[in-house]
Each structure stands twice: as structure tokens, then as C-alpha cells.
């Protein structure tokens, strides 16, 4: 009898022993798995969020990268203009500057005034007639020709 009892508790332990391995008679196994389970999902929520964090971050170098290809020509655009506008000034004044020390006379915008002493002078000097008409002076020479002239007084 000792040994069917040995027998029996043997095969008691054997079958409990074996039982863990099968099913969790406990849930020490469920709760292990959980865990697991709840590690891999908050550490595939992170990768995703990296990701995110990676891809919009890249689009942000890409929009930037875009405002400054429309921005740079422009703002060297004015700069370009700024510097030549600032050329044309400095040597401006320096022309204004050397004009200034050394003034030169102007030339006359009008030839000299004739008068009708010297009109009647050259009339006679090359053998032509002068005559007024409405206040017009006119010299004809010998073959017939008509030329207005002006005096000015």
C-alpha cells in the first residue's frame, strides 16, 4: 500500500509539475505575456512616433529650404541694386566735386546778336540787296536768290 500511495503522490507532483508547463494554473504566464505584449506595443508606438517626428521634420527643411529659393534671389536682387545705386551716387558727387573746383565756362547757347549796321555791311561786302518786308529782313543777291535774315539787336 505504501506503494501505491507513493505512486500515487508521485504522479500527483508529476501531473501538477507538468501542468505549469501546458497551462498557467496561476496566471503568472498571462501577466508575463501582457507585459510583453504591452512593452511591444509602447515600443512600436515610439518607432511611429519617431518616424513622424523624422518625416516632419524633414518636410520642415524641405519648406524651408523652399521660402529661401524664392527669398534669396529677391532680397540679392536688392542688395545688387543697393550697391550699384550707392556707386553711381559716390561718383556723382565726385564728378560734382570736380566740377565744382574747376568750373569751366559754358559756350554760348546762341550766337551772337547781328545788328543792322553790321547787315547792311555785309550786304554791301558781298554785292548783295538788302530789303525789309513786314519786318522781315531779306538779302538778294545777283542772280536773283532769296535769303531771310535776322538781325538781333
Avoid at 58 to 83: C, M, N, R, S, Y
Wanted: charged fraction near 15%; proline fraction near 6%.
Amino acid at each position: 500500500m505504501k506503494r501505491y500511495l507513493l505512486a500515487t503522490a508521485l504522479l500527483v507532483a508529476i501531473t501538477l509539475l507538468t501542468g505549469c508547463s501546458f497551462d498557467d494554473p496561476f496566471g503568472a504566464t498571462t501577466r508575463t505575456q501582457m507585459r510583453s505584449s504591452a512593452q511591444v506595443r509602447v515600443a512600436e508606438a515610439q518607432a511611429q512616433a519617431q518616424i513622424s517626428v523624422a518625416a516632419e521634420s524633414g518636410e520642415a527643411k524641405v519648406k524651408t529650404a523652399q521660402i529661401w529659393a524664392g527669398t534669396l534671389p529677391i532680397a540679392l536682387l536688392i542688395i545688387a541694386v543697393g550697391v550699384i545705386g550707392a556707386i553711381i551716387f559716390i561718383y556723382q558727387g565726385k564728378i560734382y566735386l570736380a566740377r565744382a573746383e574747376n568750373p569751366q565756362p559754358l559756350p554760348p547757347a546762341l550766337p551772337a546778336p547781328i545788328s543792322l549796321d553790321k547787315l547792311k555791311d555785309h550786304a554791301k561786302n558781298t554785292g548783295q540787296e538788302l530789303y525789309i518786308e513786314g519786318g522781315v529782313y531779306y538779302l538778294v543777291d545777283q542772280f536773283g536768290k532769296t535769303t531771310r535774315a535776322l538781325p538781333r539787336n
